[in-house]
């Protein structure tokens, strides 16, 4: 799925695939897009999170730590000596399901997938990469057709809201 | 005649000495993102690691189990017997002793992958630190184009930047 992505920004560093989540898992990472920036030691230079490419500011530190090799005043400033947490029951049979509805899409089984992934959601709503993967997959015109619609992601979360309220009480 | 047989036979094994000799190759092992001196060997295609140093980098003990008991490799209460009826799982090259690691690794907790002559293991006992300073959880996945799995240790020596994102 990402391939038209990649190909459209020219890319030219390597593109890996992370279908099973593995590093949202390791990581205990619920969004994207997240930064892992390593010294040549293999140690973080900046704390594991969020990260926007194209923000002039991101792009000015990490000119500063790729040709001084210093680590930027705003990165040690926002540091968070945080270790990943160990999956809750619930996240990790979230993982479980997430797991099992990518196998089943490989499959040709759409339907039972997006069942799966609905329970996924239910078990850990705060995961936007569970979250959006069952909407991209629910909805793929919203996602797919030329640019991601957020006008619709918008609508999607005031609809789930609605939802969500309506089954508490 | 009896002679000239015993002859041929010990020409023979000396052969196929020769040829597994040639057949094992050996691994540099990395353990928790640190280099170790100890060298894994592959033969059959199977990993084997010296025994009693990589039990100990992986916080775990290579002991005989009662007296006269099966050789095996234990971490607290939990023993996992190698050499059990049917299996071979331990290799003695040069008077050291090692053990499969597709025999204990995994009821250990223990995963590894193997990429340019590394045999790169996770103890699964390093909570590794998200922030400044810390070598956070190593992680080997597919080119995108190629298929080829890519591991977050092959950039050692150079700074790198992982951007994970989704098209949505």
Redesign the interface.
């Known amino acids: ?6 190909e459209k920004a020219g890319a030219t560093y ?5 279908q099973h989540n ?2 949202g898992k ?2 205990n ?1 619920k969004f ?18 969020s ?1 926007n ?1 194209d923000n002039d500011e991101f792009q000015s530190e ?1 000119t500063e ?2 040709t001084s ?1 210093a ?1 930027p005043k705003a ?2 400033d926002a ?6 947490k160990a999956l809750t029951a619930e996240e990790k049979e979230a993982d479980a399901r997430f797991q099992l509805a990518i196998v089943l899409l490989e499959n040709d089984k759409k339907e039972a997938a997006i069942a799966e992934l609905k329970k996924a959601f239910e078990l850990d709503p705060e995961n936007w ?1 569970i979250r ?2 069952l ?2 997959i629910e909805t793929p015109e919203a ?2 057709d030329g640019n ?1 619609d957020y006008g619709w ?1 918008k609508a999607q979360m005031a609809r789930e809201k609605v939802a969500l309220e309506a089954s508490k009480k | 005649m009896k002679r000239y047989f015993l002859l041929c036979g010990a020409i023979l094994f000396f052969f196929i000495g020769k040829i597994e000799g040639q057949m094992m190759s050996t691994l540099s092992v990395v353990v928790d ?1 640190q280099k170790t001196a100890l060298a894994a060997k592959v033969q059959d295609g199977q990993i084997y690691v010296p025994l009693d140093d990589f039990c100990s980098a992986v916080n775990a003990e290579a002991k005989i189990l009662e007296e006269n008991g099966p050789l095996a490799v234990c971490r607290d209460d939990l023993c996992i017997p190698l050499n059990v009826v049917g299996t071979e799982d331990t290799l003695t090259v040069d008077g050291l002793l090692f053990g499969r690691l597709g025999a204990f690794g995994e009821p250990l907790g223990v995963s590894w992958t193997q990429n340019n002559g590394s045999l790169v293991v996770m103890t699964g006992q390093m ?11 190593a ?1 080997t ?5 190629s298929g080829v799995p ?1 591991s ?2 092959d ?14």
Request: glycine share 8%; aromatic share 16%.
């Open positions: 799925m990402a391939k038209p992505w990649v390597r593109a890996l695939l992370d593995f590093i390791a990581y990472l994207v897009p997240v930064g892992i920036l390593l010294d040549e030691d293999g140690k973080l230079v900046r704390a594991v999170g990260v490419i990490l730590w790729v090799g680590i990165w040690i540091d968070k000596q945080s270790a990943p990469l959006k993967q909407w991209a996602f797919y991601v992601q | 993102q909570v590794a630190g998200l922030g400044i300073g810390n070598a956070p959880p992680f996945l597919p080119d995108m184009y890519v977050s240790s950039y050692m020596g150079k700074k790198t930047v992982f951007y994970m994102w989704a098209s949505w």
